[in-house]
Structures are given as C-alpha cells and as structure tokens.
C-alpha cells in the first residue's frame, strides 16, 4: 500500500512560493586584504521598508508600495571604508538604522527623518544584531560588545558597554529571540554559543556532551542562525564548509539528554546554508543555499568506431559536471519533521543570504554576483476556519 501523499494548509509555501520582483543591489568591492568580512548590506525594517546598499550608499525602499522608488538614505564616505553591513532596529527601535564599514564605523541612522543619531569606530564589525534596547556587536577576534542605542551620545553609550569574549575567532551572525531573554552566536571556526540576557559574561552549557562539557560545534563556519517563535527551546542554525558543502542543526536548548529528541537534529547537505527563517504562521523553516558541491561526473567510454569514420576511437566523453539540486536555491522544511515541503532555484549565482519581512510573508534573496535583491512570496496568511452558522449548528444536532 503507497503512502498517502502529504497535505499541505493553504498558507504553507508548498502552495505560496514565487517570484515577485526584483531590486538593484551592489555590494562596496573588498578595499584591501583587511576587508575580509563577508558583506551583507541589506535588512527590514518593522515600517516595512528594505534598508539596502548599492556600493557606498544605503537606500531604502517601501514594501508597501509596490510603486515606490528606493530613496537614498545616506552615503558612506571613502574614509569611513566600504559600506559592510546593515542592520534594523526591532519593535523598541523600528526606526533605527545601523550601519558598519570595513574600517570598523558603526553609525545609527534615524530612518524617518534620515539623520545620523551617532556614530563611533572599533576595530573591526562583523556581525550586527537588534535585541530589546540591545544593539549587539561581533568582531574579528570573537568579542561581542552590547550596547543600549537609547543612549544620547557616543560617550554614554560607550559608558553603558558591556563586553565578553569567548568566541576564538571572527563572529559573523548573532540571533536574539524576540522576547529578548537569549541570544545566540556563531564564529568562522564553527561555534554556537547561547547567552542569557540577564547573565551576559558567562554562555550557557548547551549543545552536546563534548569532554565533559556541552557544546554546540559545526564543521564548518556557522553563517545562519534562527530561533524558533512557537517552541521557543529549539535554535536552528547552519554551517558552509570549505569544500561548498553544509549541515543544519537543531538544538534543544533546554535538553539534558543527547538522545531524548524524537525528531531529526542534523541535515547533512550538498550547499553552503547562508540563512534560516522560520515562519511565525505555519510549522515551517526556510534555508537559503550557495552554489554547493559540484562533482566531476563519471566518464563513459563512446562505442568503438573504425578508423576510417574517426581516427579518434575510444576517446572519453566528459559529461557535464553533476551540480548540487539544491544550488542557488531555497528550500522549505516542514519543522520538526524537517521533511521538505518545496524548493525551488532563485538564482544562477550565489544566494549569499535573505531576511524576512516583519509580519512573515514575503522574503527578499541577496544575490549580489547579479546585483540583485529577489522579493519573493514565501507565506500566506493564515485564514482561521469558520465557526458553522446556526443553521449549520441546529442541522448537526
């Protein structure tokens, strides 16, 4: 007897996934050997606006409107460095900016009256990520600084600064849940650690039994975090190895037992992750992939001929090279199953990441090797069943 085919709700991705359109996007080019930090200049904002980077200047576009033009926030100056990365304030700062350049610049932008609150310089910014009243930074040597952006001036939010360093190498995403009570990292070296908001210099023992510790551990650089909105001890994250490949991981947060979870809790995969989002209507997670693994196909002799029709007898044919399927691509999961819901290809060149938009419909794909961002549908709306009528109700009984 086959298997019943599955069912999938009316807002599930299965039925919703699709292109929408698309927007101009570049990315600053590396200025120097020290500007190694992967760039990611593009966010969105709780009004609902893509805030994105074309080379040195920030835009944003409303989403609202499918006919607004992006207007130009800003513009990163040459001695500041190249624009790196840009970051939305959540529900407490839905109108807060911050910008970072490869010279280590952190500035805050008022996104409404399209002002500079502050700005400031550190060494080095590889990671930025909005908390409750928390603005929390990553370095190239695994520091984390959290800083309070209702601070008046520099001076005091420096005076505020609280800062840690466990990670051994550069941190390049961080994750708070929306409750704000948590935060998750991860490093270039494959480390996540989980940090409680209320006991912020010591991380949390989680993960798995390592040499007498727990341990959260990826073999390849951790490039994609999310936590879960509606079981809120699962943290997902992702990895991209250096031989193009990548693993999803689950983790319970709140688990003593290795072995207690019913429910898969690592996805080995052919392509790099380089996001995670889970969508806060259905019981789904999205992950983004780069080009993936691509492996030499197996080569075949041809059928002997004579001489006479082709000198060339027994030459090898090379068929084409065998690419990942789920390259350039997203793919949707059912969770906590993570059985595949759909994927689909986005791109001919690299996904380098995505977000979501706020109320969790439409997503846009960073893909900046074709100077584009990618709006697509991801989610429907949720529509509740109706309660029977009385006439429904009376002819029941």
Same mark, same amino acid.
């Given at each position: 007897?086959?298997?019943?085919?599955?069912?999938?709700?009316?807002?599930?991705?299965?039925?919703?996934?699709?292109?929408?359109?698309?927007?101009?996007?570049?990315?600053?080019?590396?200025?120097?050997?020290?500007?190694?930090?992967?760039?990611?200049?593009?966010?969105?904002?709780?009004?609902?606006? *893509?805030?994105?980077?074309?080379? !040195?200047?920030?835009?944003?576009?409303?989403?609202?409107?499918?006919?607004?033009?992006?207007?130009?926030?800003?513009?990163?100056?040459?001695?500041?460095?190249?624009? #790196?990365?840009?970051?939305?304030?959540? /529900?407490?700062?839905?109108?807060?900016?911050?910008?970072?350049?490869?010279?280590?610049?952190?500035?805050?932008?008022?996104? *409404?009256?399209?002002?500079?609150?502050?700005?400031?310089?550190?060494?080095?910014?590889?990671?930025?990520?909005?908390?409750?009243?928390?603005?929390?930074?990553?370095?190239?040597?695994?520091?984390?600084?959290?800083?309070?952006?209702?601070?008046?001036?520099?001076t005091k939010?420096?005076? /505020?600064?609280?800062?840690?360093?466990? &990670?051994?190498?550069?941190?390049?995403?961080?994750?708070?849940?929306?409750?704000?009570?948590?935060?998750?990292?991860?490093d270039q070296?494959?480390?996540?650690?989980?940090?409680?908001?209320?006991?912020? #210099?010591?991380?949390?023992?989680?993960?798995?039994?390592? /040499?007498?510790?727990?341990?959260? /551990?990826? =073999?390849?650089?951790?490039?994609?975090?999310?936590?879960?909105?509606?079981?809120?001890?699962?943290?997902?994250?992702?990895?991209? =190895?250096?031989?193009?490949?990548?693993? +999803?991981? *689950?983790?319970?947060?709140?688990?003593?037992d290795d072995?207690? %979870? $019913?429910?898969?809790?690592?996805?080995? @995969?052919?392509?790099?992750?380089?996001?995670?989002?889970?969508?806060?209507? +259905?019981?789904?997670?999205?992950?983004?992939?780069?080009?993936?693994?691509?492996?030499?196909?197996?080569?075949?002799? %041809?059928?002997?001929?004579?001489?006479?029709?082709?000198?060339?007898? !027994?030459?090898?044919?090379?068929?084409?090279?065998?690419?990942?399927? +789920?390259?350039?691509?997203? *793919?949707? &999961?059912?969770?906590?199953?993570?059985?595949?819901?759909?994927?689909?290809?986005?791109?001919?060149?690299?996904?380098?990441?995505?977000?979501?938009?706020?109320?969790?419909?439409? +997503?846009?794909?960073?893909?900046? $090797?074709?100077?584009?961002?990618?709006?697509?549908?991801?989610?429907?709306?949720?529509?509740?069943?109706?309660?029977?009528? @009385?006439?429904?109700?009376?002819?029941?009984?």
């Amino acid at each position: 007897m086959t298997p019943a085919e599955p069912t999938y709700a009316p807002h599930s991705a299965y039925h919703v996934l699709r292109s929408v359109n698309n927007i101009d996007y570049s990315v600053a080019p590396a200025g120097d050997a020290t500007d190694s930090a992967p760039a990611s200049p593009v966010s969105w904002s709780q009004s609902n606006a *893509v805030v994105f980077g074309r080379g !040195n200047r920030v835009h944003y576009k409303n989403m609202a409107d499918t006919e607004d033009v992006a207007q130009q926030l800003c513009k990163v100056t040459s001695s500041f460095g190249n624009l #790196r990365l840009v970051q939305c304030g959540g /529900q407490d700062q839905p109108s807060l900016v911050a910008l970072a350049t490869s010279h280590g610049w952190i500035q805050l932008w008022d996104i *409404v009256t399209k002002k500079m609150v502050m700005n400031w310089k550190l060494k080095s910014v590889t990671s930025l990520c909005f908390g409750q009243n928390m603005l929390t930074i990553g370095d190239e040597k695994g520091t984390l600084r959290h800083y309070d952006p209702r601070a008046n001036d520099s001076t005091k939010l420096k005076e /505020q600064l609280k800062k840690v360093t466990r &990670h051994q190498g550069r941190i390049l995403n961080g994750a708070w849940k929306e409750d704000g009570k948590f935060l998750a990292t991860g490093d270039q070296n494959g480390l996540v650690l989980v940090w409680d908001a209320r006991r912020p #210099r010591v991380p949390l023992e989680v993960g798995e039994m390592v /040499q007498r510790r727990r341990k959260m /551990q990826h =073999t390849g650089a951790v490039t994609a975090l999310a936590w879960c909105p509606w079981q809120s001890k699962y943290l997902v994250t992702g990895d991209s =190895t250096a031989d193009s490949t990548g693993s +999803i991981r *689950v983790w319970d947060v709140n688990a003593v037992d290795d072995n207690a %979870s $019913e429910w898969p809790t690592k996805i080995e @995969l052919d392509a790099q992750v380089t996001s995670l989002h889970f969508s806060p209507h +259905i019981r789904e997670l999205l992950s983004t992939h780069g080009p993936g693994k691509v492996v030499p196909a197996p080569t075949t002799p %041809s059928t002997p001929i004579t001489p006479i029709d082709d000198p060339f007898t !027994n030459v090898p044919l090379h068929a084409d090279p065998i690419a990942s399927r +789920i390259s350039n691509s997203v *793919v949707v &999961h059912q969770f906590p199953t993570m059985r595949p819901v759909t994927n689909m290809m986005v791109a001919k060149k690299n996904v380098a990441g995505s977000v979501l938009s706020p109320n969790g419909h439409r +997503i846009v794909f960073s893909v900046p $090797e074709e100077l584009q961002l990618k709006v697509w549908e991801v989610w429907g709306k949720f529509k509740a069943p109706k309660p029977p009528s @009385l006439y429904e109700a009376c002819a029941i009984r």
